[in-house]
């Protein structure tokens, strides 16, 4: 079985400022891949960055950078420079492969409020 | 374009009504999956297809179906809806290779509201 847990509500951070939302995960799957989608208040999902489980390097997306910790089971998504726009619902998520193919799993969440 | 589309985009239906929740892709993606998200909650898996005539059960498919006769389509069906079903729904897809992951593009939302 797959499991995400986002273990922060809300979060705010003061503009230009880096913000780091928290992913803890698990799964019996060796290989997968973990996901970051935004959630802005309009509704749409957009992805924002991807991380597999046997990349040696850290996933970096302009200002979004994923701090994997595979020991650990965590994905944390690191947000440079915050900006107003930034201000959604963050979604930490994971795909597997073989025993999980086709499953995925979504944490319940992260509303992140960018400060002026 | 590259999109999902869903429609409706709002929906309100009676108790027992059935409803169908269509989703169409243009990317010639392999995977399609349904989710529903509720307030609080992240988004939960209802049903996913790794392909044409291959659907399987995701984590909450009490109380739904679908079908996959053609690539680009992935309805969700609910032959009796009631009130716990009222929700955001997304439909998703992504190109369903085990040689690798990729992410999923989602469609707009489907609102339901079931009376």
């Known amino acids: 079985a797959q499991k995400i847990t986002q273990t922060q509500p809300g979060m705010f951070v003061q503009e230009k400022e880096a913000v780091t939302l928290d992913c803890t995960y698990d799964?019996?799957?060796?290989?997968?891949?973990l996901f970051w989608y935004k959630q802005p208040s309009s509704g749409e999902m957009i992805f924002l960055i991807y991380?597999?489980?046997?990349?040696?390097q850290n996933a970096t997306e302009g200002r979004y950078s994923l701090n994997f910790q595979k020991a650990r089971k965590s994905a944390n998504l690191v947000i440079s420079a915050s900006q107003l726009g930034d201000s959604a619902m963050y979604f930490c998520?994971?795909?597997?492969?073989?025993?999980?193919?086709?499953?995925?799993?979504f944490g319940d969440g992260t509303t992140l409020t960018v400060k002026p | 374009e590259a999109q999902v589309t869903q429609n409706p985009r709002y929906l309100i239906t009676v108790t027992g009504k059935k409803l169908t929740v269509t989703c169409s892709q243009n990317?010639?993606?392999?995977?399609m999956s349904w989710y529903r998200q509720d307030p609080g909650l992240g988004l939960r898996q209802i049903y996913y297809?790794?392909?044409?005539?291959?659907?399987d059960k995701g984590d909450v498919p009490e109380g739904y179906k679908v079908s996959r006769k053609e690539k680009r389509n992935f309805p969700l069906i609910l032959e009796s809806p009631s009130p716990n079903q009222t929700s955001l729904y997304f439909c998703?897809?992504?190109?369903?290779?085990?040689?690798?992951?990729?992410?999923?593009?989602f469609g707009s939302g489907t609102r339901l509201t079931v009376v």
């Open positions: 297809s790794m392909n044409v005539e291959v659907t």
């Open positions: 998520a994971m795909r597997g492969v073989n025993t999980n193919a086709g499953k995925s799993t």
């Open positions: 991380q597999g489980s046997y990349d040696q």
């Open positions: 998703a897809s992504s190109f369903g290779s085990a040689k690798f992951l990729s992410s999923y593009t």
């Open positions: 990317m010639n993606h392999e995977y």
């Open positions: 799964t019996s799957d060796p290989s997968y891949g």
